[in-house]
């Protein structure tokens, strides 16, 4: 099975964001994680549709997974897909009417996700399950970059993917957004996740340093499992 490494930029150097996001993605990560945070539903403030345009403008053409933890996020959910966004996830209690919003996004051709945060009961999802491409699970609280994993949330992956399996949506994508580095990836990815989102592990590194960061994890990911 191959794993996606999804790079979140909220680590990155903003002064040179297209830039850094073409390094990482030319260093091999599949995908590019948008992290827009409003400052209401999480303390706090970082990134809207313009930054996500210039990135489009600058020549990214990888996916961009966007994280909405914004409130109300309905109305904001086509100013991020006109902006480029590839994939639109949000938090299931930022919208007043949760299949509306993924109605929404798939309207504007995005695939659509929700996120759950760690004390977020799994039952969020049962009814809107069909609408979904990606479930991400949050492994630490939302709001900051550079947090530490919470071991728990190895127990809750899966939990989650055995639920994804039983109700019969084996296509849908188990992400784990927080904390992903190189001694806790292969075990994320053996409790059942799909896309790991990678942020600080990699940018707390010199630009040259990005590529062996992120063949460091792909070797990871590689090892049979140890049960």
Do not use: W
Request: with cysteine; charged share 15%; aromatic share 6%.
């Amino acid at each position: 099975m191959k794993h996606l490494l999804s790079c979140s930029i909220l680590s990155a150097d903003f002064a040179r964001l297209g830039e850094e996001t073409a390094s990482v993605i030319a260093a091999g990560v599949d995908r590019v994680h948008f992290d827009v945070m409003d400052n209401h539903y999480v303390p706090n403030l970082t990134i809207g549709p313009m930054v996500l345009r210039s990135l489009r403008d600058y020549g990214i053409t990888a996916p961009i997974e966007v994280h909405l933890m914004v409130s109300p996020v309905d109305g904001i959910i086509p100013e991020f897909a006109s902006a480029g966004a590839s994939i639109i996830a949000f938090h299931p209690e930022t919208s007043a009417n949760i299949n509306k919003a993924l109605t929404l996004i798939k309207k504007h051709d995005c695939q659509a996700g929700l996120v759950l945060n760690p004390d977020t009961p799994f039952d969020k999802i049962k009814s809107v399950i069909s609408h979904l491409d990606v479930i991400v699970l949050m492994s630490v609280s939302p709001g900051f970059g550079g947090q530490s994993f919470i071991p728990t949330t190895l127990f809750k992956i899966r939990q989650l993917r055995k639920l994804i399996n039983s109700m019969g949506y084996n296509n849908i994508d188990l992400e784990v957004d927080g904390g992903v580095n190189v001694n806790n990836i292969s075990a994320i990815a053996t409790a059942g996740a799909d896309i790991l989102v990678i942020g600080s592990a990699i940018f707390s590194q010199s630009k040259n340093n990005y590529k062996q960061v992120i063949n460091s994890l792909r070797a990871e990911l590689s090892k049979d499992p140890i049960h």
